[in-house]
């Protein structure tokens, strides 16, 4: 995979547009006051910013170069930029900015777990620090080395460790390296007839280590489980060895070992390899579109879902807030589009008694043999009208299907206009599920207000699980004038988290802690929890060279 830019999500030359999306510029003037034109913020060159050269020690340099070779140690500029940060709302404003306080020095690219080995001991005895990097999609500030690091730093890049090395068909069980990207290691799956089945909105930029590290989720996690399910096995390299965790179905050694790697975000050691729970490509997949009158509607079928013996891998409804947002992205309608939709929307009002702009759109993924996937539309279909549901077919389903992975670039889209987006996830269980939506709803409201902005708050249901769900939130807004971008975000965002765990949720059901959600780790787990994390680490790594500051 190509790097992505140093100043946003993505590859250079792709980006969100609305010129293809006739409904989008109206509806941001209407929630954000912000009047969509041309770019008024565009980043600037990284030639015109001030990148602090690299202070590599040259007897470190050497015994890098020696374990991973010359043309794998690099000290340019714009890689070292690169992997600087992740893609918070924070990592980007700062990197448009120019506010490159610690950078790494170098960034080297291993191809083996002997070469990682090499890497840290050279590091470690060079009193260097080791930030493990895979893709960079990191939003919680997982990846940039603390502002008064003096020691150097090195940014360990996994990509270049990308195979599948072995598929245990008779366990479904594949051994991967840690630094392949979504898309790779699927390919390599498909070959063989297999999936891991794991898509969360970074899937295109994101590594299988990366998932691990920050105990991922992804789309269909409802069927396939969370990163921490798939996780069976696993090889780490730290500064005591490397560790081994076997691909045993169930044991009964102490506390997990597996368990307290995942999340560890890079403090525990580099993940080399890890054995993964694999299943056959399903003979047929299809995601289906439905509306529900309101979105709490909505909720008590996906609660219901949940507890059934339907075993769906997709389940996903919106609030009213961002199922106005999905229908303002559409691309321009043809005129069937708009004959369907208007006779669509009479009949939901006059036979079915919704009120329009309170429904709620949800999609609904099925996988397996097509007659598993017909059993289980049946079944579902069953529910949905239970709860005065209604399906509105294929169409809806495929367009999701197409644009899943697009949502991050709208980050950048908004930022070009000097508008802020962002985005808080959490998890309770379904009986706390309204009230953390209306605490959050009240408290990004407020903060909207103390800010002086127009701000829009949306939310969705993204994962099921048969004790409760994730809520996942979305909030823009344009600052004030002459106020700070960030000054403003810090005070929304600071809302919404303190509102989840205010309210009996957690601080982050996917996106892990790094340095954004740390302040709240305490509130979440226990003061006691956190100093077992914290002796974790140091006894782990007392030196403190392995991304030092993240989680505590």
Same mark, same amino acid.
């Given at each position: 995979?190509?790097?992505?830019?140093?100043?946003?999500?993505?590859?250079?030359?792709?980006?969100?547009?609305? /010129?293809?999306?006739?409904?989008?510029?109206?509806?941001?003037?209407?929630?954000? %006051?912000?009047?969509?034109?041309?770019?008024?913020?565009?980043?600037?060159?990284?030639?015109?910013?001030?990148?602090?050269?690299?202070?590599?020690?040259?007897?470190?340099?050497?015994?890098?170069?020696?374990?991973?070779?010359?043309?794998?140690?690099?000290?340019?500029?714009?890689?070292?930029?690169?992997?600087?940060?992740?893609?918070?709302?924070?990592?980007?404003?700062?990197?448009?900015?120019?506010?490159?306080?610690?950078?790494?020095?170098?960034?080297?690219?291993?191809?083996?777990?002997?070469?990682? /080995?090499?890497?840290?001991?050279?590091?470690?005895?060079?009193?260097?620090?080791?930030?493990?990097?895979?893709?960079?999609?990191?939003?919680?500030?997982?990846?940039?080395?603390?502002?008064?690091?003096?020691?150097?730093?090195?940014?360990?890049?996994?990509?270049?460790?990308?195979?599948?090395?072995?598929?245990?068909?008779?366990?479904?069980?594949?051994?991967?390296?840690?630094?392949?990207?979504?898309?790779?290691?699927?390919?390599?799956?498909?070959?063989?007839?297999?999936?891991?089945?794991?898509?969360?909105?970074?899937?295109?930029?994101?590594?299988?280590?990366?998932?691990?590290?920050?105990?991922?989720?992804?789309?269909?996690?409802?069927?396939?489980?969370?990163?921490?399910?798939?996780?069976?096995?696993?090889?780490?390299?730290?500064?005591?060895?490397?560790?081994?965790?076997?691909?045993?179905?169930?044991?009964?050694?102490?506390?997990?070992?597996?368990?307290?790697?995942?999340?560890? +975000?890079?403090?525990?050691?580099?993940?080399?390899?890890?054995?993964?729970?694999?299943?056959?490509?399903?003979?047929?997949?299809?995601?289906?579109?439905?509306?529900?009158?309101?979105?709490?509607?909505?909720?008590?079928?996906?609660?219901?879902?949940? +507890?059934?013996?339907?075993?769906?891998?997709?389940?996903?409804?919106?609030? /009213?807030?961002?199922?106005?947002?999905?229908? /303002?992205?559409?691309?321009?309608?043809?005129?069937?589009?708009?004959?369907?939709?208007?006779?669509?929307?009479?009949?939901?009002?006059?036979?079915?008694?919704?009120?329009?702009?309170?429904?709620?759109?949800?999609?609904?993924?099925?996988?397996?043999?097509?007659?598993?996937?017909?059993?289980?539309?049946?079944?579902?279909?069953?529910?949905?009208?239970?709860?005065?549901?209604?399906?509105?077919?294929?169409?809806?389903?495929?367009?999701?299907?197409?644009?899943?992975?697009?949502?991050?670039?709208?980050?950048?889209?908004?930022?070009?206009?000097?508008?802020?987006?962002?985005?808080?996830?959490?998890?309770?269980?379904?009986?706390?599920?309204?009230?953390?939506?209306?605490?959050?709803?009240?408290?990004?409201?407020?903060?909207?207000?103390?800010?002086?902005?127009?701000?829009?708050?949306?939310?969705?249901?993204?994962?099921?699980?048969?004790?409760?769900?994730?809520?996942?939130?979305?909030?823009?807004?344009?600052?004030?004038?002459?106020?700070?971008?960030?000054?403003?975000?810090?005070?929304?965002?600071?809302?919404?988290?303190?509102?989840?765990?205010?309210?009996?949720?957690?601080?982050?059901?996917?996106?892990?802690?790094?340095?954004?959600?740390?302040?709240?780790?305490?509130?979440?787990?226990?003061?006691?929890?956190?100093?077992?994390?914290?002796?974790?680490?140091? %006894?782990?790594?007392?030196?403190?060279?392995?991304?030092?500051?993240?989680?505590?």
């Amino acid at each position: 995979m190509a790097a992505m830019k140093w100043w946003g999500w993505g590859l250079e030359g792709v980006e969100f547009t609305h /010129a293809d999306k006739p409904e989008l510029a109206p509806f941001i003037e209407r929630v954000l %006051g912000l009047k969509v034109g041309p770019v008024t913020a565009a980043p600037p060159r990284l030639a015109e910013l001030p990148v602090p050269p690299s202070t590599l020690p040259e007897r470190l340099r050497t015994a890098l170069v020696q374990a991973c070779g010359a043309a794998h140690v690099s000290v340019d500029a714009l890689d070292r930029v690169v992997h600087a940060r992740g893609k918070s709302l924070r990592d980007l404003i700062r990197q448009r900015r120019g506010e490159f306080v610690r950078i790494p020095d170098v960034v080297v690219r291993p191809r083996s777990e002997d070469e990682v /080995a090499e890497v840290l001991r050279a590091a470690i005895a060079a009193d260097a620090v080791v930030i493990a990097f895979g893709g960079g999609s990191s939003i919680s500030g997982s990846l940039e080395a603390p502002a008064g690091e003096s020691r150097p730093v090195i940014s360990l890049d996994l990509a270049r460790m990308d195979q599948l090395l072995e598929l245990d068909a008779g366990s479904g069980l594949a051994r991967v390296q840690a630094g392949v990207f979504g898309p790779h290691l699927e390919e390599q799956l498909a070959r063989r007839g297999y999936t891991l089945g794991h898509l969360p909105d970074s899937f295109t930029h994101s590594t299988l280590g990366g998932w691990i590290a920050t105990r991922s989720s992804g789309m269909q996690s409802d069927r396939y489980g969370d990163i921490a399910d798939l996780t069976k096995g696993l090889r780490v390299v730290t500064p005591s060895g490397t560790l081994v965790a076997q691909p045993v179905p169930a044991a009964s050694t102490g506390p997990s070992i597996r368990q307290m790697v995942l999340g560890s +975000e890079g403090r525990l050691g580099i993940i080399t390899q890890a054995t993964m729970q694999v299943r056959r490509l399903p003979a047929q997949r299809t995601t289906l579109g439905y509306l529900f009158p309101t979105f709490f509607d909505g909720v008590a079928a996906m609660r219901e879902i949940a +507890e059934s013996e339907c075993s769906v891998s997709v389940t996903r409804v919106s609030d /009213a807030n961002e199922t106005s947002f999905s229908f /303002a992205t559409r691309s321009r309608p043809t005129l069937v589009d708009k004959l369907q939709s208007r006779a669509l929307r009479t009949f939901l009002r006059r036979r079915l008694g919704y009120d329009v702009s309170r429904m709620a759109l949800s999609f609904i993924g099925y996988e397996g043999s097509a007659r598993h996937v017909n059993a289980q539309r049946r079944a579902v279909g069953r529910i949905v009208k239970r709860h005065g549901g209604l399906c509105i077919g294929s169409g809806p389903g495929a367009l999701y299907d197409q644009k899943k992975f697009d949502t991050p670039y709208i980050r950048d889209f908004l930022l070009d206009r000097g508008a802020a987006g962002d985005v808080s996830e959490t998890a309770m269980p379904w009986s706390r599920l309204e009230p953390v939506y209306d605490a959050v709803s009240t408290a990004a409201q407020a903060a909207f207000a103390e800010v002086r902005v127009q701000g829009y708050l949306m939310c969705h249901l993204s994962h099921s699980y048969q004790v409760g769900a994730c809520l996942y939130f979305t909030f823009a807004f344009v600052p004030a004038p002459g106020a700070d971008i960030l000054a403003s975000y810090d005070v929304v965002k600071s809302a919404i988290q303190q509102a989840f765990v205010d309210n009996g949720a957690t601080l982050s059901h996917h996106h892990a802690v790094g340095t954004e959600h740390a302040r709240w780790l305490q509130q979440d787990i226990s003061a006691p929890g956190v100093a077992m994390l914290k002796a974790l680490f140091d %006894g782990t790594d007392p030196g403190g060279h392995l991304n030092p500051g993240k989680i505590v």
